[in-house]
């Protein structure tokens, strides 16, 4: 047994889930626009009307296709039949045979992707559900039958997104942009710890350059799970845990094109650089109905980093495009190194978020910096009708070790670093100051010594495993 302490955050539980395999967004947004709060029992998979392509009714020919189911097993798998009976070993081993809509069934285990690269890209729009028994009868996928995606810290192994899925360059046969269907990730958990360089292998700070030398590839600088969605298509990413990430951008980042809407629910994010959820816009019009809208329910959110130790970008656990309309409740933003949420000016509306322990800032609007008590009054961009939100101190189980570490941390500022930099009368900075040239200071130390220290997936997970006051994620269980 390992020792237990708690560390003092503001944190929450889960999301809606529902019971078949898909999301009902027309039913979601319903709720969302009544305000009603009640949640309902998690699943092993989130039921669904076919909500591919809803604002235009159809789906193109490509995206129509009817799809097949795949089942794949670290365990027991073997081959790339990828049948119940005859499940493929990984998820990598069998892209290239994957075609529109088929869905895709993981059992537990720990997965590296095809030759230990790290790294598995899609290119049309599936369904990923993990967390299966070996027989893909029984699902846990946060206990018992965790399915782990990771990878290996080698030399030229891939440093892309542990799983990307972007369908917006796929085309019909008349060479016309593909569009409409869903895409779905549902239960796995994403731990970059393993694919991160960490200073002299000590796991106290991570490094962004490779080493040849010692045959050791950067950190890479890429989410656990992106995905970027064509015209009209719907996106769900739920139950899934994302770890040790080490990105400029989102450890989950969602992009949504005309006419689509996301759904992000009952995920928990930390210890993660970047922004640890990051909702984006692929559409530039004017046409109100066509802006992508995103529901983002029932998260958590911790300890999200800059993107280094001097950096003044990243470090909020929720980031928000422009062009986007969200709806964001019931989750916790916590411990983030700038703040809880950024919105560079999206249509928002906020119930019932709990903010914690954030450093700098609970809401960002584009410039404008606030606390939980000021939101309403300050917000330019946000629905006042938007209530229920709070800030306060909770507890929260955090493995002793890794609290020991992340509490002896040493924050750096750009500003100490500027401060500290002595410029020299050397024979180069004069010639520099003759030809209007910026002179040259002397160097200094920038890199932490600890910084995105590594979590393991049980110090980690405690976190996430239950509720304050209805708010944050849950472990997701089946029937």
Not at 2 to 25: A, D, M
Not at 178 to 206: C, M, T, W
Not at 264 to 287: K, P, V
Not at 449 to 455: A, K, V
């Amino acid at each position: 047994m390992k020792k237990i302490i708690t560390l003092v955050l503001c944190i929450s539980l889960f999301s809606t889930v529902e019971t078949n395999g898909q999301i009902s967004f027309k039913k979601l947004k319903s709720k969302v626009l009544k305000k009603k709060s009640t949640r309902k029992t998690t699943s092993s998979t989130a039921r669904s009307t076919n909500t591919s392509n809803a604002a235009s009714g159809i789906s193109t020919l490509n995206f129509s296709n009817k799809g097949r189911a795949w089942y794949v097993s670290r365990n027991t798998g073997s081959g790339q039949l990828g049948t119940k009976e005859r499940p493929a070993k990984d998820l990598g081993n069998i892209i290239h045979h994957l075609k529109p809509n088929d869905v895709i069934y993981i059992a537990e285990g720990v997965y590296m992707s095809k030759g230990k690269r790290g790294s598995d890209e899609i290119n049309v729009p599936v369904k990923i559900y993990g967390g299966y028994d070996t027989s893909f009868t029984s699902r846990d996928p946060w206990d018992k039958h965790k399915t782990i995606f990771t990878g290996v810290n080698e030399y030229m192994k891939l440093t892309t997104p542990r799983l990307y899925i972007r369908t917006d360059q796929q085309r019909e046969k008349n060479n016309r942009l593909s569009q409409g269907s869903e895409i779905i990730v549902d239960g796995i958990i994403f731990d970059n710890g393993p694919r991160n360089r960490y200073h002299k292998d000590k796991n106290l700070a991570i490094r962004r350059q490779a080493s040849p030398k010692s045959g050791q590839n950067p950190s890479p600088e890429s989410g656990g799970i992106v995905i970027v969605g064509s015209k009209f298509t719907n996106v769900t990413v739920q139950n899934c845990v994302v770890m040790n990430t080490a990105p400029t951008e989102g450890a989950i980042s969602v992009r949504v094109f005309k006419g689509g809407k996301a759904l992000i629910q009952n995920n928990f994010c930390i210890n993660n650089t970047g922004y640890g959820i990051q909702a984006r816009t692929g559409y530039m019009g004017s046409d109100k109905a066509l802006v992508p809208k995103f529901f983002i329910k029932y998260n958590t959110v911790l300890f999200t980093w800059k993107h280094d130790a001097v950096a003044s970008y990243g470090g909020s656990a929720l980031a928000l495009d422009k062009d986007l309309v969200v709806v964001a409740e019931n989750n916790v933003f916590g411990f983030a190194h700038m703040g809880g949420l950024y919105s560079k000016g999206a249509t928002l509306t906020l119930n019932n978020n709990l903010f914690t322990g954030n450093s700098k800032y609970d809401y960002k609007e584009i410039n404008s910096e606030m606390r939980v008590a000021d939101i309403l009054d300050e917000s330019e961009k946000l629905d006042q009708y938007s209530q229920g939100n709070e800030s306060l101190l909770i507890k929260i189980p955090v493995a002793e070790r890794w609290a020991k570490i992340y509490a002896n941390r040493v924050e750096i500022s750009r500003a100490e670093v500027d401060a500290a930099v002595s410029v020299s009368n050397s024979g180069a900075n004069q010639l520099r100051s003759m030809l209007g040239l910026n002179v040259q200071g002397s160097s200094v130390k920038m890199d932490a010594e600890i910084f995105l220290p590594l979590i393991t997936i049980d110090e980690a997970l405690p976190a996430g495993l239950r509720s304050w006051n209805g708010k944050g994620c849950n472990i997701p269980r089946s029937k």
